[in-house]
């Protein structure tokens, strides 16, 4: 049981960088899996980056190389670091976490969203 809400979106030229935050209040203990992800006008949502628990991240190939994710160390920020930005990053991002309350209570939470804009 956790809320989630973005910002840092903003509008970029090609090349540049831009940081995503998602700030992360209620039962932080219980997010095993964080992500973000991606939804441009006319596709099918898509998962950019995650974070486990343990740190672990992985990657899709589209911003392999790129885009890096993270946290503080409370956990109440996630992150995602863009470098050489792409005019197909344009889209709306999206914060997700994903845990259990106790041990039988799966949740899975989004947060509304951030435009990120990128002109060739």
């Known amino acids: 049981q956790v809320q989630l809400k973005e910002s840092g979106g903003g509008w970029v030229q090609a090349g540049a960088s831009l940081r995503l935050s998602c700030a992360v209040t209620?039962?932080?203990?219980?997010?095993?899996?964080m992500a973000w992800y991606r939804q441009a006008p006319g596709d099918q949502r898509e998962k950019i980056a995650q974070?486990?628990?343990?740190?672990?991240?992985d990657y899709a190939t589209s911003v392999q190389g790129r885009f890096s994710i993270y946290q503080n160390n409370t956990k109440t920020t996630l992150f995602l670091q863009m470098n050489g930005l792409k005019p197909e990053d344009t889209a709306v991002y999206y914060c997700?976490?994903?845990?259990?309350?106790?041990?039988?209570?799966?949740?899975?939470?989004w947060g509304r969203g951030t435009q990120v804009a990128v002109s060739a």
């Open positions: 997700n976490a994903e845990g259990h309350i106790g041990a039988v209570s799966p949740f899975d939470s």
């Open positions: 974070i486990t628990r343990d740190g672990n991240t």
């Open positions: 209620g039962t932080i203990a219980s997010v095993e899996q």
